[in-house]
T-cell receptor, first 112, second 116 residues
Framework: GEDVEQSLFLSVREGDSSVINCTYTDSSSTYLYWYKQEPGAGLQLLTYIFSNMDMKQDQRLTVLLNKKDKHLSLRIADTQTGDSAIYFCAESEGNAGNMLTFGGGTRLMVKP | GAVVSQHPSRVICKSGTSVKIECRSLDFQATTMFWYRQFPKKSLMLMATSNEGSKATYEQGVEKDKFLINHASLTLSTLTVTSAHPEDSSFYIC????????????FGPGTRLTVL
């Protein structure tokens, strides 16, 4: 079955850039997503990328996709303390909006 | 933006009782709703996919008689954990999808279930 993996933890200083990495195994992944989960809350979609793209930028967020290596990354520029959360990458295959397969989540801690 | 609510947000129950969790799309009609379970420090695991008026599709390893899903309308899906046991304690999250676009699946805030 599909497998999505992330590192567990990342710590950065406020103002630095954060890079969260994700690898996946499913070649048929059509969309790849980044979600943010704050303590005790549900998931908020940050951004997504279609599998035929290699980069997408949205304000402070940059998503890079290396389809050959099945590697996805999320870069957060000028990281703020409010960015502290758990970040999940996810993939879906086939039609958009199908069920998502999530990675284990990366806990980002931003130190002032 | 689209809002999905869950009720209750927290529930504590005794072993052997049944617990119902509601998932509502407040300002849109959802074509499909999903139920996820999140273990501490672990990822979300999809439990089942439900469409209004039809039986839910359960993922492998999820007991359909244990986790009853009823999708009564385009805005409401319920998950009932029957005869709950301590190992059912978890964070349950639902999501609702408007249409088949990558940015139209909206997540509820989750329900923390603790079974004593």
């Amino acid at each position: 079955g599909e497998d999505v993996e992330q590192s567990l933890f990342l710590s950065v200083r406020e103002g630095d850039s954060s890079v969260i990495n994700c690898t996946y195994t499913d070649s048929s992944s059509t969309y790849l997503y980044w979600y943010k989960q704050e303590p005790g809350a549900g998931l908020q979609l940050l951004t997504y990328i279609f599998s035929n793209m290699d980069m997408k930028q949205d304000q402070r967020l940059t998503v890079l996709l290396n389809k050959k290596d099945k590697h996805l990354s999320l870069r957060i520029a000028d990281t703020q303390t409010g960015d502290s959360a758990i970040y999940f990458c996810a993939e879906s295959e086939g039609n958009a909006g199908n069920m998502l397969t999530f990675g284990g989540g990366t806990r980002l801690m931003v130190k002032p | 933006g689209a809002v999905v609510s869950q009720h209750p947000s927290r529930v504590i129950c005794k072993s052997g009782t049944s617990v119902k969790i509601e998932c509502r799309s407040l300002d849109f009609q959802a074509t499909t709703m999903f139920w996820y379970r999140q273990f501490p420090k672990k990822s979300l695991m999809l439990m089942a996919t439900s469409n209004e008026g039809s039986k839910a599709t359960y993922e492998q390893g999820v007991e359909k008689d244990k986790f009853l899903i009823n999708h009564a309308s385009l805005t409401l899906s319920t998950l009932t954990v029957t005869s709950a046991h301590p190992e059912d304690s978890s964070f349950y999250i639902c999501s609702a999808e408007i249409g088949h676009r990558p940015d139209t699946q909206y997540f509820g805030p989750g329900t923390r279930l603790t079974v004593l």
